[in-house]
């Protein structure tokens, strides 16, 4: 009977041990696609992540106030799904006690984890995300990355430019809201460029499938000047030989899910030569941009993709916000509220992905930069586009 | 008409897949009663088999620097021998001794299901998320026939589909072993008293099966060189409803039924807004279902195989 007792207690114990040691460490939960689709992403998300709390950790924790704290980032596997992201947003939240959330990085896990963080009253910051409805009317909930209305017309701009196009084809991951906001956002963007009908073709696939060939027939068919690709970097290396095999010889236009440091790899020689929009461009950075590359570089063996320099730039201003809150004490609800308070009143961002501003809906406001993938699979910068 | 074609030819690609993975999932039917979920995930190991075996080989990152000729060469029957190990060790492992013991045919089932998610799962283990491609081992040329695009790949994926299919009807039923299969199939226990020797029979229908599926997912692998360890989960649930339409438990039924997915499959997305593809392709082979419950092949509780 005793015995039971003591487990009994002891389990409890497990399920309950940060009531009494809040404000020991600074928590932060990183719920991001470990598995699952996008693994890399998930990756470059942790390392980008652990580089900056060993940097903060070895001079003895965060400053808080005139007092240190070690920082302590829980990272949960989402597995790539929405659902998973929101079962372990909440565990972050409820279980785990963070002040602050960074991720999840794809729109498709970050929409619906968003609504959790926002339910739940716990600031959350998707570095990578980019459709508009992670953070629409989620006063807790921010992002570091810019938005696919604002992406849209950049890559149809530089479309026309680059390729004289006029009839462009879209094909689209139907159950990923990145995937399909985009490709939604292309299409109004084009067509008000070049008049109704000039997306030759508009076609779409799910989110388990590796043969395209009826979809790229028809669009091929259409012949298009272009192809538009909001797509996730795996599909990509899927898409574009097919699209080769089938006869295509045209151009391929990309969008920042295709900067992961593994499209090369898995793409190989049929993605050079194309371009895509994205949030900064690794070769010819300068100054603490460099800087992060050469650490990134030396500790992990590569050149850090997008998701990793966002990722910097999200914990960055999370931290900021803690720091700007001077003491770290008391009532959780409390510190997450003054923490979401600092950061929607950050108005103005130097980060190591550019100069941002922030609007009204704590969404950032940055330029965005063309990267054109060379003869040696590097991916270089081609031109940047400010917002007006 | 172009269209139509070239349609053709990309449905007639992506059948192969699904022929190669329902015989697989039909012989071992055909023979035990018993329906091997794990063999899509079979279909994947071979893949991976094919994608270490190779860079084994392959100058110049392998360890024995073979032309890709000779990669290639050796590739092919390796991935086939290594992924039936695999499959007749899933067999010794799970089945028989369920079998054995006399479990009802269910529970061999519910634990294909989870040998199906152990492979998973282990190579996510094993190997990590991140994605393998498999280097070049056929250098492509796109042929275009009269505005119709082929690869030599594509050529060799529907061939051997074909050649594989003419070999498992030649030995199921011009052979002393086909003969014992088919018998297998008739009556499990009559058998061992004619002097059969029943465990070597399905041993036997292990290999032929898996073997086929390593050769697939090699040929999947070259063909779609993405790899990770759940893509065999949807490809085989398809081919196995392909081996089901078809009449599971004759190999005519899955040859023709993989082809059948895929041309209902390619012919949806090609004609009908392409978000609408699985809804009606599993639509019109429920219809199919419907009107012949065992199958287009498949003849209700007679000898099946």
Known sequence: MLKQAYAFVCAMALFAPCGGHAGQTVKIGFPIPLTGEIPKVGESTKFAAELFREEINAKGGLDVGGKKYPLEFIFEDNESKPETAVNVTLKLIDRDDVLAIVGPQSSRQAVPAGAVANDNETPMITPWSTNPDATKDRPWVFRAAFLDPFQAPVAADFAIKQFKAKKAAVLFEISNDYSKGLADHFRIAWEKRNGKGAVVAFESHGPKDQDFSAQLTKMIAAKPDFIFLPENYSFVALIVPQARDLGYRGAFMGSDAWGSAELMKLCGQACRGQFFSTHYAAAGAKGATKEFIDRYNKKYGYVPDDVAALTWDAVTLVTGAIQKAGKLEGDIRKMRKLIRDNLAAVTEFKGITGNMRFDAQGDPIKCAVIVAIDEKGDFTFKESVCPQ | ?305
């Open chain 2, 1 to 305: 008409m172009e269209l139509f074609l070239q349609q053709c030819v990309n449905a007639l690609q992506w059948g192969s897949f699904y022929a190669l993975i329902a015989l697989g999932y039909t012989l071992v039917y055909g023979v035990l009663r018993l329906i091997n979920f794990a063999h899509g995930d079979i279909f994947m190991v071979g893949a991976y088999i094919a994608f270490f075996v190779s860079t084994a080989f392959l100058a110049p990152d392998g360890v024995f620097g073979f032309s890709r000729e000779l990669s290639l060469a050796l590739t092919i029957p390796l991935t086939m021998v290594f992924t039936s190990i695999v499959g007749v060790a899933l067999e010794r492992i799970a089945y028989r001794p369920l079998m054995r013991k006399g479990a009802h045919r269910l529970y061999v089932v519910i634990t294909a299901l989870m040998c199906g998610l152990i492979l998973e799962n282990g190579n996510l283990a094993l190997l990590g998320a991140s994605r393998k491609t498999l280097p070049t081992l056929l250098d492509k040329n796109i042929y275009s026939l009269g505005g119709v695009a082929v690869t030599n790949l594509k050529l060799w994926v529907i061939f051997a589909a074909a050649f594989v299919f003419v070999v498992l009807h030649f030995i199921v039923t011009k052979t002393r072993m086909g003969m014992a299969m088919r018998a297998v199939s008739w009556d499990k226990f009559a058998l061992p008293l004619m002097g059969i020797p029943l465990e070597r029979v399905i041993v036997f229908t292990f290999i032929l099966g898996s073997s086929v599926a390593g050769l697939g997912g090699m040929l999947f692998a070259m063909s779609y060189p993405v790899l990770e360890p759940y893509m065999g989960a949807m490809t085989g649930w398809k081919a196995f409803i392909a081996a089901v339409v078809g009449g599971i438990g004759d190999i005519r039924g899955a040859f023709a039924g993989g082809f059948l997915l895929a041309f209902v499959e390619i012919m949806v997305a090609a004609f009908l807004p392409s978000t609408f593809r699985d809804l009606f392709a599993f639509s019109i082979l429920l219809f199919i279902l419907w009107q012949r419950p065992t199958g287009i092949f498949g003849k209700p509780l007679t000898t099946k195989i």
